[in-house]
């Protein structure tokens, strides 16, 4: 393609645009999973918040099952939504997945109050299931719009939604739960905004840069050049046994399985440690809770662009950039995590430093197994993604279920350290893997088989294929 097309295509455009709104659609998506988190705080305990509204008697245990619950469900639709995504378009399963979780959001405090433990768990598993279509359709979305010469930035700035919607909703969730309108608001008002969201996706989300209206030609053929032409009305076969079997593809999976582990497990169980352990009021606990997703999301946009500058400059490799900023991402936490363990009952300060190195730097991985999807095969990406988002997000069950069981008494230090100590250990084994068997470059299963003759396919493969690695660093990664 002619460098001036790829010029007069490099200004804000409707690929940003869609980035926007992907953006946006996770900081309400996340907003929905984690209102429970602090919300659950002032449920099971009217003293640590407005008074004036219900209590309910909840143990550990039981605290520990309704937050794992949404994940139930969030796991079921994670394989299936990237074939829909494929065959439908991913702009349908995201505004039927948020508007349904929006409005289930609206309703839990009846069911709550009707229904008790047993009826938000219920909910809750319905929301999962509404939201286990996000991903693979957000992975579907960005294998359409973002190039690989932007698939880093473009890529990370769409999930760090993921981050801003947890900074938000947590930060505000204490205050709304200790004001006039109590703990029920702080599922009243992240419905209502995910319900606005549906809106403005219906009449502005487009399924590819071919069926947007607004789109300039120039921006259209830049996108289109630089994967080849894809026709989407083209049913594509997916390849599951060279998906399963693929070692870069397993390593992909074991990371996304460790990430997860450590993310849920602080997500989760973070505002009950901030408040037992570092005894912090709801107020307190809510903001010092959201600090480190703060500046998870910070770090987050600030890396994007550097890992495409490095691959793009030739500086690094794909594969090269991948490990490093996964590796950067998973151990580092871990060591914070290591350090964590042994902060005495008293040393709130050091504890919230460790807390935010641990969850902050994660973001880390947005540039390694995150986007990894999109560098082994584009054509399979939101299958992919669920794929390995089913797998990881087993972890998000297990991981709280284990610290409900770990932790009898949720103000001994002691038993904290088995938790982190757990978390710690997952990281490690999920990066070793990554760095072992992880691939950046294009599978040769990404391609779908065509009856045409041996030489003709083998040709046109071939032309593929160099049309892809034309986007890469000239070090292709072939080599590992």
């Known amino acids: 393609m002619p460098r001036n097309r790829k010029d007069e295509a490099s200004g804000f455009g409707a690929r940003h645009c869609q980035t926007l709104l992907l953006f946006f659609g996770l900081t309400v998506a996340y ?11 002032a449920m099971v305990d009217r003293h640590a918040a407005n008074e004036d509204f219900e209590e309910f008697h909840w143990d550990e245990r039981t605290k ?18 990237g074939q829909l995504a494929q065959r439908f378009g991913p702009k349908i399963l995201l505004l039927l997945s948020l508007s349904i979780c929006s409005a289930l959001a609206v309703l839990t405090p009846i069911c709550a109050h009707v229904g008790g433990a047993k009826a938000v768990m219920g909910l809750r598993i319905v929301q999962g299931l509404s939201q286990g279509v996000i991903f693979p359709s957000t992975h579907t979305m960005l294998s359409r719009w973002a190039p690989p010469s932007e698939r880093g930035l473009l890529g990370t700035l769409s999930y760090a939604g993921a981050q801003f919607g947890t900074v938000v909703m947590l930060a505000i969730s204490g205050v709304l739960a200790s004001s006039s309108m109590g703990w029920p608001s702080i599922f009243y008002i992240s419905g209502a905004v995910g319900i606005l969201w549906s809106l403005v996706w219906f009449f502005f989300g487009s399924n590819s840069p071919a069926e947007h209206r607004g789109i300039a030609p120039e921006e259209r053929e830049f996108i289109e050049n630089s994967y080849g032409r894809q026709d989407h009305s083209r049913r594509i076969v997916t390849p599951w046994l060279a998906i399963l079997t693929s070692a870069p593809m397993m390593a992909c999976t074991v990371a996304h399985m460790a990430h997860n582990w450590g993310f849920w497990t602080l997500l989760t169980e973070m505002p009950t440690y901030m408040k037992e352990v570092l005894e912090k009021d709801i107020k307190n606990n809510a903001l010092l809770s959201s600090l480190p997703y703060l500046v998870m999301w910070i770090l987050s946009v600030m890396l994007s662009p550097l890992s495409d500058f490095l691959i793009n400059r030739q500086y690094l490799s794909r ?7 996964n590796t950067i991402g998973l151990w580092v936490p871990m060591v914070a995590l290591l350090g ?15 807390l935010t190195l641990a969850v902050g730097i994660n973001s880390a991985t947005y540039l390694g197994f995150q986007v990894n999807h999109l560098d082994l095969a584009p054509n399979h990406a939101g299958t992919m993604m669920g794929i390995t988002n089913c797998a990881a997000n087993i972890m998000s069950i297990i991981a709280p279920l284990i610290v409900g069981e770990v932790i009898t008494d949720a103000t001994d230090p002691v038993q904290w350290r088995r938790v982190f100590y757990i978390a710690a250990g997952v990281y490690f084994i999920g990066n070793l893997t990554f760095l072992i068997f992880g691939k950046a470059d294009i599978q040769r299963w990404n391609e779908p088989d065509t009856p045409t003759p041996p ?16 986007q890469t660093s000239s070090n292709a990664d072939h080599s590992d």
Do not use: C, D, H, M
């Open 319 to 325: 594969l090269v950039s991948r490990k490093l900023f």
């Open 31 to 41: 907003g929905l999973r984690v209102n429970l988190s602090v919300a659950i705080v």
């Open 340 to 354: 964590l363990a042994y902060v005495p009952k008293g040393g709130s300060n050091l504890a919230i430093v460790l």
């Open 64 to 81: 520990s099952a309704i937050l794992s619950s949404f994940f139930w469900g969030y796991v079921v639709t994670q394989i299936p939504a």
């Open 455 to 470: 030489v003709a396919s083998n040709a046109n493969a071939t032309a593929t294929e160099q049309n892809a690695n034309n």
